[in-house]
């Protein structure tokens, strides 16, 4: 089984006396129905699997379910004979975007307090924000990402001691030595060709055969971009084109999206297509980064600009789509091949996964920085640089960036391939793996 973080999150909730749902919400295909069933059965000696879509597209036994009583009707007739105790009975909901008063009823079923609850599925943002009553007092709602590298890490044999020390070498700025190094470009490297997808990884751990990874990463993207299906059929054909517009997009200079490019419309602006980019990030199989360009703790209170980024949620199907069976431009960091946008691209589905809102500087006559989070120690903005090649030292926009002093920079970071931690005035270079430790709540 893989070993994912948000596992002893979702145990500690069930565990606890919180008298809060949980709601895992995610794209499809990232483990939450997987994990959620494994800790279920586990502390549970009566486990109740509900799933929606299945549900909507057979018996139809949830589709007028409004009350607390007709609800357990229902699951009466699927279960009846495991509807025990709350300290024992866990009734899990999955897909439940499927039926969206469901998320309603959740508020009384957890007044009513009978049993045990937790829900899953996707597009959550996007239903919650439909919903005509909004159960936020009684539910707590956590988003699941493909794994991230620590979790590929251990995927792939390292454990937790010795991640433990990776990190302990981050935190003093000391860098690893030559064959660490290696061992950790090494499997840097094949996080980039397999991705976090656990179907994408599974397959690798047991074939180390990359065309049957990539067949899965095509199966998922391929699925991604057709599934809209709570639009009509011309809002999911500019869904479907936004987000095929993703990795050529990442091939470009700015890597931005441009709105006239959707539809190839002049006059089209990102405020026409607001509900397609929604329901791109929104079903989290998009990550979106807003332009900033007069950066100011908090970024939230600083974006302003209609210029967006969009990353797929998952690196290995980026590198798929570029690179196809070919893992030599990856594996053996050739020259001639330029890896910025899946280097930019997986720094992104870390410094998500991790809790950050994402966000780049943009400005027309100082340049781009690729990222910005928030550093809520020191209150101030940390601007972030990725570079996939030698020249790593090169990065005149951040320059510019720093030393402005209406911006209050007080640390910046460039990642890259290079072994060695330097620090030179308030940049610090870090090798790329130790993006894996960047994390919003530490």
Request: glycine residues 6%; aromatic residues 10%; without cysteine.
């Amino acid at each position: 089984m893989l070993q994912r973080k948000i596992s002893s999150v979702i145990k500690a909730h069930l565990q606890s006396a919180s008298d809060k749902i949980l709601l895992v919400d995610g794209a499809r295909q990232v483990g939450k129905t997987y994990i959620i069933r494994y800790i279920g059965k586990e502390i549970f000696s009566n486990f109740i699997e509900l799933n929606m879509i299945e549900d909507s597209l057979g018996d139809q036994l949830f589709a007028n379910t409004r009350t607390v009583d007709d609800f357990y009707l229902q699951v009466s007739m699927l279960a009846g004979d495991r509807m025990k105790e709350k300290q024992n009975t866990l009734i899990f909901i999955d897909e439940i975007q499927a039926y969206p008063h469901l998320l309603t009823l959740l508020k009384f079923l957890q007044q009513d307090n009978r049993f045990t609850y937790i829900a899953s599925g996707s597009l959550l943002g996007v239903t919650l924000s439909e919903t005509t009553s909004i159960p936020m007092g009684s539910i707590r709602k956590i988003r699941m990402y493909p794994l991230d590298f620590e979790e590929f890490l251990y995927a792939n044999g390292m454990n937790e001691f010795t991640v433990s020390g990776l990190k302990k070498k981050f935190e003093q700025l000391e860098s690893l030595d030559e064959s660490l190094h290696n061992k950790m470009m090494d499997l840097f490297r094949k996080y980039l060709l397999v991705g976090g997808l656990p179907d994408a990884v599974n397959s690798y751990l047991e074939e180390k055969n990359i065309q049957s990874v990539r067949e899965i990463q095509r199966e998922i993207h391929s699925y991604y971009g057709a599934d809209a299906s709570k639009y009509d059929s011309e809002r999911k054909l500019k869904i479907r084109r936004i987000y095929d517009l993703i990795p050529s997009n990442m091939e470009n200079k700015k890597k931005r999206v441009v709105a006239q490019n959707i539809e190839n419309q002049k006059g089209k602006r990102f405020a026409d297509y607001q509900d397609e980019f929604d329901y791109l990030v929104g079903a989290g199989i998009a990550l979106q980064v807003r332009a900033v360009s007069t950066p100011v703790f908090p970024l939230l209170e600083s974006s302003g600009k209609n210029l967006l980024k969009l990353y797929l949620n998952d690196v290995g199907i980026l590198s798929g789509i570029l690179y196809e069976n070919n893992i030599r431009a990856i594996l053996d960091d050739e020259k001639s091949v330029n890896l910025g946008s899946v280097y930019e691209s997986v720094v992104a589905s870390e410094l998500a996964a991790h809790g950050y809102r994402l966000f780049y500087y943009d400005n027309r006559s100082k340049g781009e920085v690729d990222y910005l989070i928030d550093d809520y120690d020191s209150l101030s903005v940390v601007p972030i640089e990725v570079k996939s090649g030698k020249d790593y030292t090169v990065h005149s926009a951040l320059n510019t960036f720093v030393e402005n002093e209406d911006y209050h920079i007080k640390r910046a970071v460039v990642l890259s391939n290079a072994r060695e931690i330097e620090v030179r005035g308030k940049i610090t270079y870090l090798p790329i793996y130790f993006i894996m430790f960047f994390n919003k709540d530490h």
